[in-house]
């Protein structure tokens, strides 16, 4: 009997887990709820469950939110490692001499992933049919490990928990620009200092980027802009530069396109404007999982 009733706890124990790291995560039952697709009671039962199992109180109800206990953040850090951990094997063995298949969540800034991610997920999708994606663009940083992220995709390769691991993809150079129409209209610049006096398209993520640095012989300078337009979307930033509305200082992978149809041109071509390096961190246990490998593999081979 008692054998019995230890079985059935080990089935049930890794999807009580599941649903604690993503109430956790999310911050919510409801949302929790429908990342699980099942109905909200369900959430709180199992949560109650876990807590009765463990015979300690895990998170802490408001409501307003959703904060783990003292107790309660041990243990998701635990249960995380033990998810990874299970998840991991389940989809090396599922590859097993056969297709790759799963499903991938990956999360990164809307530049990163409209101007990088997504022109290769065509051809991914192509190579790995059976694997389903879900992208998740934002510039606010989800913290890892997490149970609803296999892969973020950063510029910086800051590590948040000593579990985690990051490979470097590419090195994108900053480059300044305008359109053909703006230059006919406001002139070539001769100068970084000609920049003041011209119309700039400046990026905003919680201040205005509008001091633009810039290198000589390693030693860091800045100019400073006028902001004839502020946007929180690089690729707004990029249309209204085609459109003629000012200059912009964007990312080489971002205008590739436009730089070939003469949509947009290069100012100023022998400044150095800096680079962005961009990264894949994962947790270090998924780094054999064919599907994380597989992404990987793909982005650093552009």
Request: one cysteine or more; a neutral charge.
């Amino acid at each position: 009997m008692i054998s019995s009733q230890v079985e059935i706890m080990d089935k049930e124990i890794f999807y009580l887990m599941r649903v604690y790291c993503t109430v956790v995560e999310l911050r919510s039952f409801s949302a929790a709820a429908d990342e699980l697709g099942v109905q909200a009671p369900a959430i709180s039962k199992a949560i109650a469950k876990l807590e009765s199992m463990l015979g300690k109180r895990l998170l802490n109800r408001s409501t307003r939110s959703v904060e783990m206990s003292e107790v309660g953040s041990y243990f998701y850090k635990q249960a995380i490692e033990h998810l990874t951990t299970l998840n991991s094997t389940l989809e090396v063995v599922e590859s097993w001499n056969s297709a790759v298949k799963g499903s991938l969540k990956v999360t990164a800034t809307p530049a990163v992933g409209e101007g990088f991610i997504s022109k290769v997920i065509a051809e991914f999708h192509q190579s790995y049919p059976y694997v389903a994606i879900e992208l998740l663009f934002t510039n606010e940083i989800i913290k890892l490990p997490s149970q609803n992220i296999d892969i973020a995709i950063r510029s910086s390769n800051k590590l948040e928990n000593s579990c985690l691991r990051s490979k470097q993809l590419i090195s994108a150079k900053r480059m300044v620009l305008a359109s053909p129409s703006y230059i006919e209209k406001h002139g070539v610049l001769n100068n970084v200092d000609d920049i003041s006096r011209h119309q700039c398209l400046n990026f905003k993520h919680k201040k205005v980027l509008n001091l633009w640095p810039y290198f000589i012989k390693n030693q860091q300078f800045e100019v400073i802009t006028n902001d004839t337009l502020v946007c929180n979307n690089y690729a707004s930033l990029r249309d209204m530069c085609i459109q003629g509305v000012g200059i912009a200082r964007l990312f080489q992978y971002q205008v590739m396109d436009e730089l070939a149809n003469g949509k947009l041109i290069q100012l100023l071509p022998k400044t150095n404007w800096g680079e962005q390096t961009i990264h894949a961190i994962y947790h270090e246990k998924m780094a054999d999982a064919p599907k994380v490998k597989a992404f990987v593999d793909l982005l650093q081979n552009i």
